[in-house]
């Protein structure tokens, strides 16, 4: 368990945040530009010191009144929003910068571990960072924080300093962490996709106070939060890969109260994967629909109802006894189908995307 | 050539160096903390301090001599420390001189490392703690590799203001042979004496010592090549 709270106060900015978070998975800080993300991620590390503090990692206090463990005494790893690698060191000595300054006993990922993890073969050899693109100074910034065996791994806006195609290369190798790596991790972000894919936890925040906290898929499916006004809100279901249709190119992905189809998929059946369904690609009808193209149609409980601007309102509904989803209908629609919650209805998936 | 140079010339050469040599290693072990502080504090007495070390930029060598003259003197408070260590009086002696012109150089020194040590992003000093490096350790593993350029620059001009000096020299130093007569001494002393060719030969190898050094520094300090 991860125990912060933070207050501060300047006239241009407060910081008011109280939060727990489970020591495992990966906890998502998301909000809009000036919300404190960073701030807070940066008195987690202890880069930022406010004398009106408390922290707790597991059972070790690095902050609480007085007490102030210094940056360097933390055992976390800090990955920098640009990847602020030395330029006066060549990639390996970059790598084993962090790796260095702990006892040989403390190691617990290795340097071979982690340039096979982020794939640095082919660029460990180079005398200097210079001629590394985006994408690959941020991953040699990832491994060498990893090879401190950090005990907490924070990470600040780690792709948004790179283009479309960086991040696309660099997410697999993030997910695949996620997947190795029992090292808790916070990581802020503005984008909701990235979020969406990486995230276990999320924890909302907004002009410097966290506005809510908790599992992915329960804060992406309320809609009183902030998350549910984007544009690209929408609903995280984690499904199992169940049948591929090779004639057709398909996958069906299946989870407790219904399944999905979506573009054929490389994954073996069985495995768990996550696909998100966005609100705006949800319609609704109250008898079964007949003769549509819409191959994905669930049968659904409307949970809620909530106006979403003056034309538009979305909806809660219950998918089987657990899942969740969004969708977003004109306000006269709902009018017109007299939709009401606790009615049982039908939601028509339009598209399906296979996040990780 | 041979001719060129008297014995009298070579030894003030021979003692210029080493006082430059001397000098510049001892401003670089004083002036980079200073250099460090100034570069990183936001204490009140960043101002003054910076003031200070600037000061014989703008002064003239021999209101900088004529103090430090009075202070190093027997009633100086300088003079009473160094009696009371049992060294004696520095001026006029080459110890003198060292000090004289450790004050006299040290804003060549100080201010290069400190526009070297502003210009490191405060984001690679933080990486560095994140990287478990301590305050000491982020100094010497990246704050100093990383100011590479400016110790360069610091340590020539250094050197070289402390060989070119004369005024702080004679006010302190006098003019006493193989002690504190330093080639800037020796090239007023041979002008004085009306002996034009060797004056000559001194100032015209003043002149490519400082031509060679700082084509050397601008030629093969990385400086202006980073981005």
Known sequence: ?356 | MESAFSSADLSAIWLAFKLAAVVTVILLLVGTPIAWWLARTRSFWKGPVGAVVALPIVLPPTVIGFYLLVAMGPNGPLGQLTQALGIGLLPFTFAGLVVGSVFYSLPFVVQPLQNAFEAIPERALETAATLRASALDTFFSVALPLARPGLLTASVLGFAHTVGEFGVVLMIGGNIPDKTRVVSVQIYDHVEAMEYAAAHWLSAGMVAFAFVVLLLLYTFNPSGQRK
């Open chain 1, 1 to 356: 368990m991860i125990k912060a709270r933070f207050d501060l106060s300047y006239p241009s900015f407060e910081l008011h945040a109280e939060l727990q978070l489970p020591a495992h998975g990966i906890t998502a800080l998301f909000g809009p530009s000036g919300s404190g993300k960073t701030t807070l991620l940066r008195c987690i590390a202890g880069l930022e010191r406010i004398a009106n503090g408390m922290l707790q990692v597991k059972d070790e206090v690095w902050q609480d009144g007085a007490n102030f463990l210094p940056v360097h005494r933390r055992p976390l790893g800090y990955v920098f929003q640009e990847a602020s690698l030395f330029p006066h060191l060549s990639v390996r000595q970059n790598l084993e910068y962090g790796l260095k300054r702990i006892p040989p006993a403390q190691r617990r990922v290795q340097a071979e571990q982690a340039v096979e993890w982020l794939g640095l073969s082919r660029l460990i050899a180079r005398d200097s960072p210079a001629g590394l693109s985006g994408g690959e100074r941020q991953r040699v910034a990832i491994a060498r924080a990893l090879l401190t065996s950090p005990r907490l791994l924070l990470m600040d806006e780690p792709l948004s300093a790179l283009d479309a195609a960086s991040k696309r290369d660099i997410l697999p190798y993030l997910e695949r962490l996620h997947g190795e790596l029992d090292i808790p991790v916070i990581y802020v972000s503005h984008a909701l996709d990235e979020v969406a894919r990486l995230a276990d936890q999320l924890v909302l925040m907004e002009q410097g106070c966290v506005i809510a906290s908790g599992a992915l898929n329960e804060i992406l499916g309320r809609l009183d939060l902030p998350t549910a006004h984007l544009d690209d809100a929408g609903a995280v279901i984690e499904a199992g890969v169940a049948v591929h249709d090779e004639e057709y190119h398909l996958t069906r992905l299946d989870f407790s109260g219904g399944s999905l189809w979506v573009s054929r998929v490389e994954r073996t059946i069985g495995s768990v994967v996550r696909a998100r369904v966005l609100a705006r690609d949800v319609s609704i009808a109250t008898v079964a629909p007949q003769g549509t193209s819409i191959s994905n149609i669930l049968a659904v409980r409307i949970a809620g109802i909530r106006d979403e601007g003056p034309d538009r309102v979305n909806l809660r509904l219950t998918v089987g006894g657990s899942q969740v989803l969004l969708s977003r209908i004109t306000r006269r629609s709902r009018d017109q189908l007299g939709l009401m919650p606790g009615m049982e209805v039908f939601a028509q998936v339009k598209s399906a995307a296979l996040i990780a």
